[in-house]
């Protein structure tokens, strides 16, 4: 989760980081044998951004290519499962939905060192400010409509049909969640409790509403994590999958949507900006519209899966300041999250009044 990263350390690429690099010339080979048109020379840079799985950018004379791999070193079982990615990314694009085409992936780790897969490089923009400055007031409708669409695209796939019926476990997701990330928070001792935090807990675990669905979940649907056609109000395609499952639609729609209580100084987010000067559309709306897309009259307890999720961001940030206390999280991005967490467990206890 890229969560309070800005544009200037995310954007663009630069030359391979060390450690990260890896046999340019067997890559190059495998690619000739796995991916249809491949022509090199091929040139590699990284990518800026912190994503926890190394992404390079691979240029030939015809063709932008994206390699996203497992960071090389020892890895927690289960961890950084690019081929979950790849998998996602395959059944979604047989759906139709917007994301890069997926052209091999490679199990292989003689190749380059770790798995890894290859896909299409996508050219677009990409907004880092959930108020969209870069657009004009009459435009900004538009494009919010697009996310929306998007979303709503998202969570009407048939995943059995794509091949997606086992990416992940159906059913009980709101008392498997609350489960894990509240045991997380009790077990971190170092990071200490919060008023706010266990009031929320025991709220939750309370007020867990009837019925049950499933959908394809993203897991982290942020206005950051899409790219946008470069003049059209169109979502080209959408990025960073790694906390994608089978879950509930409404707790991934909700995440989304928490753009309109979030600080921006925290994540992408419009709490505080005039809405009405800006023409983005009410979250009432945009509830609204999500609920016509997906045959859904309304969300009863919307609030609910709302504070659900600033507990889920809040207790990651409760981890994060565990491991900087510790000394296992030195950088100054983890530093200045781990002093939000008041601040998301006093919005999360706000949602529920």
């Given at each position: 989760?890229?969560?309070?990263?800005?544009?200037?350390?995310?954007?663009?690429?630069?030359?391979?980081?060390?450690g990260f690099a890896f046999d340019e010339a067997s890559l190059a080979r495998?690619?000739?044998?796995?991916?249809?048109?491949?022509?090199?020379?091929?040139?590699?840079?990284?990518?800026?951004?912190?994503?926890?799985?190394?992404?390079?950018?691979?240029?030939?004379?015809?063709?932008?290519?994206?390699?996203?791999?497992?960071?090389?070193?020892?890895?927690?079982?289960?961890?950084h499962a690019v081929e979950r990615e790849a998998k996602v990314l395959i059944?979604?694009?047989?759906?139709?939905?917007?994301?890069?085409?997926?052209?091999?992936?490679?199990?292989?780790?003689?190749?380059?060192?770790?798995?890894?897969?290859?896909?299409?490089?996508?050219?677009?923009?990409?907004?880092?400010?959930?108020?969209?400055?870069?657009?004009?007031?009459?435009?900004?409708?538009?494009?919010?409509?697009?996310?929306?669409?998007?979303?709503?695209?998202?969570?009407?796939?048939?995943?059995?049909?794509?091949?997606?019926?086992?990416?992940?476990?159906?059913?009980?997701?709101?008392?498997?969640?609350?489960?894990?990330?509240?045991?997380?928070?009790?077990?971190?001792?170092?990071?200490?409790?919060?008023?706010?935090?266990?009031?929320?807990?025991?709220?939750?675990?309370?007020?867990?509403?009837?019925?049950?669905?499933?959908?394809?979940?993203?897991?982290?649907?942020?206005?950051?994590?899409?790219?946008?056609?470069?003049?059209?109000?169109?979502?080209?395609?959408?990025?960073?999958?790694?906390?994608?499952?089978?879950?509930?639609?409404?707790?991934?729609?909700?995440?989304?949507?928490?753009?309109?209580?979030?600080?921006?100084?925290?994540?992408?987010?419009?709490?505080?900006?005039?809405?009405?000067?800006?023409?983005?559309?009410?979250?009432?709306?945009?509830?609204?519209?999500?609920?016509?897309?997906?045959?859904?009259?309304?969300?009863?307890?919307?609030?609910?899966?709302?504070?659900?999720?600033?507990?889920?961001?809040?207790?990651?940030?409760?981890?994060?300041?565990?491991?900087?206390?510790?000394?296992?999280?030195?950088?100054?991005?983890?530093?200045?999250?781990?002093?939000?967490?008041?601040?998301?467990?006093?919005?999360?206890?706000?949602?529920?009044?």
């Amino acid at each position: 989760m890229s969560a309070g990263a800005g544009q200037s350390e995310n954007e663009g690429t630069t030359a391979v980081r060390a450690g990260f690099a890896f046999d340019e010339a067997s890559l190059a080979r495998w690619m000739e044998a796995h991916v249809p048109g491949f022509a090199g020379p091929l040139t590699v840079e990284q990518f800026k951004g912190g994503q926890s799985n190394p992404t390079y950018k691979l240029v030939t004379p015809g063709k932008a290519y994206v390699l996203r791999r497992k960071p090389p070193g020892q890895l927690l079982k289960g961890a950084h499962a690019v081929e979950r990615e790849a998998k996602v990314l395959i059944g979604l694009g047989k759906a139709g939905f917007p994301v890069a085409h997926v052209h091999a992936l490679c199990t292989d780790d003689a190749v380059i060192g770790t798995w890894f897969y290859i896909m299409d490089m996508v050219e677009g923009r990409i907004f880092w400010d959930a108020t969209i400055p870069e657009v004009s007031a009459a435009d900004r409708p538009a494009y919010f409509d697009a996310m929306n669409a998007t979303i709503a695209a998202l969570h009407n796939v048939d995943y059995e049909a794509v091949g997606l019926g086992d990416y992940g476990r159906p059913g009980n997701y709101f008392e498997r969640q609350i489960g894990r990330w509240s045991q997380q928070y009790r077990d971190d001792a170092e990071a200490g409790r919060d008023a706010n935090m266990d009031r929320v807990i025991d709220w939750l675990q309370a007020n867990i509403p009837p019925g049950d669905e499933t959908a394809i979940v993203h897991g982290d649907f942020r206005i950051d994590n899409m790219i946008f056609h470069p003049t059209e109000p169109r979502v080209l395609a959408v990025l960073d999958w790694e906390l994608s499952t089978l879950g509930h639609p409404l707790a991934d729609f909700a995440y989304h949507a928490m753009m309109y209580d979030m600080p921006p100084h925290i994540v992408a987010g419009l709490a505080g900006a005039d809405l009405k000067a800006l023409n983005i559309p009410s979250e009432e709306d945009y509830i609204a519209a999500y609920c016509a897309r997906t045959g859904r009259n309304s969300i009863p307890n919307y609030r609910f899966y709302t504070a659900f999720n600033f507990f889920r961001l809040a207790a990651i940030f409760h981890g994060i300041k565990g491991r900087v206390i510790r000394g296992t999280a030195a950088s100054a991005q983890a530093a200045a999250r781990a002093k939000l967490f008041p601040e998301l467990a006093a919005i999360a206890r706000a949602q529920i009044g």
